[in-house]
């Protein structure tokens, strides 16, 4: 099955063991029948995917650059973190005229990669062409415009009450720029995203073991598998529009178990339901077997989440002094990830 290799040896028809052999990082699991019988129905459902969509445009070229970015910083011994940010798309055509969206505008991303900068990181920013940018982000038309004047020789600078922000701002992005601590790789539907997703675990865990994956892009449950898409745009003339929407292969699995095997990984659980999500958010952790999962309430994302590890909950709230004073949540959800990931390499 394409990069895996599979071996079933039966002991007393029970127990089976089955080596999952990739190019990085062999894995040996002793499983019963059932969980074996379930385990190859997953690997078929994301195997499948990949087989059937065509890799995204310039993938290779992204591969090369998320290559010399990860040799680049492990040859300085700095430490690596891949953020996905952005909602996922869902084409209805192949020649795309209309999607189903995730919501995620990427602020959540953007923020956290600005402070793990700011901790020292290096970031890989995997995110959804056009949706907010770290630094970027601060400056708004009116902050910028408003802020600029000429002086007598014709030449910009930058004044006014906003000035010292935007000085602060670019100071960051400039110190980013120098050091090389920002890779941008950009994706629009699903599958572009899975794609990059694999390539980007697969290359740290081999050139930066012991990096972080933090997964706060929105990525869609559902898709049109390739073969059920039409060729071009859906006309209307046909009537009222129905479609089937599949299930998407739960690729948080191979991620921990395959591909980034040496990661520290932390996904995000986005609900609206109050009374679901510290249930979700520990079957996730259950399920994936990763190591923490930052849960949030849409009405509440801003304000409050909820760090759930294995051995404990704990919810994280920015005060009023917090708030008054600037302080953004992703400052302290970057925070608490950094301690937490201290914490596990010491252990
Ligand atoms: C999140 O929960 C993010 O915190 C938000 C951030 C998308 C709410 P914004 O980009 O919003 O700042 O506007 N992301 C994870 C959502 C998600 O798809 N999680 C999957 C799930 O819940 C697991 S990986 O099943």
């Known amino acids: 099955v394409n990069s895996l290799l599979f071996m079933g040896s039966s002991s007393d028809n029970v127990l089976y063991v089955i080596y999952i052999v990739n190019l990085h990082s062999p894995v040996s699991l002793e499983v019963t029948e059932k969980a074996l019988v379930c385990h190859l129905q997953e690997v078929m459902g994301w195997e499948k995917f990949f087989q059937e969509t065509p890799e995204p445009v310039n993938f290779k070229d992204k591969c090369i650059s998320l290559e010399q970015f990860c040799q680049f910083h492990k040859s300085r011994e700095r430490q690596l973190v891949l953020v996905t940010s952005g909602g996922t798309t869902v084409p209805l055509e192949r020649n795309t005229v209309r999607f189903v969206d995730n919501f995620s505008s990427g602020t959540r991303g953007a923020a956290t990669t600005e402070y793990f900068i700011a901790l020292g990181y ?199 002094e917090n708030r008054q004073n600037g302080v953004e949540i992703e400052k302290l959800i970057v925070e608490k990830i950094h301690s937490l990931y201290k914490t596990y390499l010491k252990h």
């Open 122 to 320: 290096a970031v890989i920013f995997l995110n959804r062409e056009k949706s907010v940018q770290p630094f970027e982000r601060h400056l708004n038309t009116e902050s910028l415009f408003g802020s600029i004047t000429e002086d007598s020789d014709g030449n910009l600078c930058i004044t006014g009450p906003n000035s010292q922000k935007i000085k602060s701002v670019y100071n960051q992005y400039k110190e980013t720029k120098t050091k090389n601590l920002l890779l941008k790789i950009t994706f629009l539907s699903l599958p572009e995203y899975l794609w990059l997703l694999r390539a980007a675990s697969q290359t740290l865990n081999t050139h930066a073991p012991e990096s972080l994956a933090v997964l706060a892009a929105a990525v869609s449950d559902f898709f049109i598998p390739q073969d059920d898409m039409t060729e071009h745009k859906i006309q209307s003339g046909g009537g009222p529009l129905s479609v089937t929407l599949q299930i998407v292969p739960k690729m948080l699995k191979p991620l921990v178990s395959i591909w980034g095997t040496n990661l520290y990984i932390v996904s995000f659980k986005l609900e609206t339901d109050p009374n679901q999500l510290q249930k979700k958010a520990r079957e996730a952790l259950e399920r994936y077997k990763h190591h923490l999962v930052v849960g949030n309430l849409l009405p509440t994302i801003r304000v409050c989440v909820t760090f759930v590890t294995r051995e404990s909950e704990e919810d994280v709230k920015l005060t009023e």
